[in-house]
């Protein structure tokens, strides 16, 4: 993975005029960040629940799913924040350089233990029994363990900067690259469970400021996949 100086290097500067500015000139409502944070957690917090409750091939298998495309949400929702949102805050906010590398190491931090919970996925997949159970369930927590104080540390350090330098296009970039670089086989999962956190008014909003064609594919079949799914999960 290329270093955050690096990554910023090579990013384009869109800021207008490529000024630098301490106290920013945006007030991009960036709140949906913590909305993705709570999603991300909840479905991890819940692991021990759901996995040590699947005690036949058909339940492994929607829970296996279930946490297979969670931590590949998590993935491309990081990945995203590394490619766009860290290099553009490097770039704008020099004077901030320590609060951002230590955001960058936190995701680094995460990649071993995010590859264990696929490994213990595939395996608890592959041979359900108790021993494969407690393996999935133990390296959830190592990530949760890791992942908790990393969200807490972004939304006070990083997503105040992200609403002051960066223009509502720019944070807008972040859903459209995880929806592109979602590789998981339920692209909606992730969506589904962040749009929980939101009230009403909140997805109507949201929704109105789709593109027409989206707006229908999240209408006629991404949330009908995400309730059907959910609920066989939850069940």
């Known amino acids: 993975m290329a270093s955050l100086g690096d990554r910023a290097a090579m990013a384009p500067d869109r800021h207008p005029g490529g000024a630098v500015s301490q106290t920013g000139q945006f007030e991009t409502d960036t709140s949906d960040m913590a909305a993705v944070h709570r999603a991300i957690r909840g479905g991890l917090d ?30 491309v929702h990081h990945q995203g924040e590394d490619e766009i949102l860290y290099p553009l805050l490097e770039q704008r906010c020099p004077h901030e350089r320590e609060s951002l590398e230590l955001i960058d190491a936190q995701h680094r931090l995460l990649e071993e233990p995010m590859g264990e919970v696929r490994g213990a996925i595939a395996a608890w997949r592959a041979a359900p029994s108790e021993a494969t159970s407690r393996a999935v369930i133990d ?5 949760d363990e890791i992942l908790t104080p990393h969200l807490a540390d972004e939304e006070a350090l990083v997503v105040p ?16 690259h995880a929806m592109q670089a979602f590789s998981g086989d339920k692209p909606w999962l992730g969506f589904g469970l962040v749009f929980e956190q939101f009230d009403d008014d909140q997805r109507e909003r949201i929704a109105a400021g789709m593109p ?19 609920a066989e999960v939850r069940a």
């Open 46 to 75: 819940a692991a021990p629940d759901y996995v040590a409750a699947a005690t036949d091939p058909a339940r492994v298998e929607v829970v296996g799913s279930f946490y297979d495309n969670l931590i590949e949400f998590l993935h």
């Open 139 to 143: 390296a959830i927590a190592r990530v």
């Open 161 to 176: 900067l992200a609403s002051a330098h960066l223009s509502a296009e720019e944070w807008g970039q972040l859903p459209a």
């Open 212 to 230: 027409d064609p989206v707006r229908e594919m999240l209408v006629t079949q991404w949330m009908p996949a995400f309730d059907a799914f959910i």
